[in-house]
């Protein structure tokens, strides 16, 4: 079954301490990318990757870091947590866009709160 | 930004009656695509329609996409209680201009029983 996996779903956490959430996708896709979901405020990207070894920031990178050592992966970081990342956070995969009728696949999320 | 705008932020209809929400956005695009969400979790895909198309259905499901208004709607008939959930627009934009999705900030339906 296609899908794009992550974990942990839910995850409380205190300020600063380093937290990794994971994505995993099995449909071969070059394209991942992180959003983190506001109330008012949709979808916003945090970063993206086109493939291996290449991650580019989205709108809102600060305080988070990415890596893409295999297709499959693409973990959120960060590094020190604060309160003003408490969110639902969304890991998505697809072909490259713009490149055909390509459609993203999300994972369930990942309700994070950093108190 | 190119981040679409959903219009109305929030609708509430009796089942059975048609849902219909609209999207913006403001660069040229090589499709648009809805999706839904139910609360809390993640995005799925519903449909996808090129810019060199004008109309799209997929069951209950019509859309409608205006490239010279730079705007789309998605209209859902004969509504159900299941329907209840955000749609979100996607935009994606042609590889030489960005290979991105952007999202619009949701309509959030409810479908009362």
């Known amino acids: 079954e296609a899908q794009v996996t992550q974990n942990p779903r839910y995850l409380i956490t205190v300020t600063g301490k380093k937290l990794t959430v994971t994505c995993s996708q099995n449909?071969?896709?070059?394209?991942m990318s992180w959003y983190r979901q506001d109330p008012g405020l949709g979808l916003r990207q945090i970063y993206y990757?086109?493939?291996?070894?290449?991650?580019d920031k989205g709108d809102v990178p600060e305080g988070y870091k990415v890596s893409r050592k295999e297709k499959r992966n693409f973990p959120l970081i960060l590094e020190s947590p604060s309160p003003n990342q408490t969110s639902l956070y969304f890991c998505?995969?697809?072909?490259?866009?713009?490149?055909?009728?390509?459609?993203?696949?999300f994972g369930q999320g990942t309700r994070l709160t950093v108190v | 930004s190119q981040q679409g705008e959903e219009d109305p932020q929030a609708l509430s209809i009796q089942e059975g009656e048609n849902a219909t929400m609209n999207c913006s956005y403001k660069?040229?695009?090589?499709?648009l695509q809805w999706y839904r969400q139910n609360s809390g979790r993640g995005l799925v895909h519903l449909i996808l329609?090129?810019?060199?198309?004008r109309e799209k259905h997929s069951g209950r499901l019509r859309v409608t996409l205006d490239t010279s208004k730079k705007s789309s709607s998605l209209l859902i008939t004969a509504s159900r209680a299941a329907d209840t959930a955000s749609y979100f627009c996607?935009?994606?934009?042609?590889?030489?201009?960005?290979?991105?999705?952007?999202f619009g900030t949701g309509t959030s339906l409810t479908v009362i029983p």
């Open positions: 998505a995969s697809s072909s490259v866009p713009g490149l055909g009728n390509t459609e993203a696949f």
């Open positions: 990757s086109m493939n291996v070894e290449v991650t």
């Open positions: 996607a935009t994606v934009l042609g590889k030489n201009t960005g290979n991105q999705f952007y």
């Open positions: 449909m071969n896709h070059e394209y």
């Open positions: 329609i090129r810019s060199n198309e």
């Open positions: 660069t040229s695009i090589n499709n």
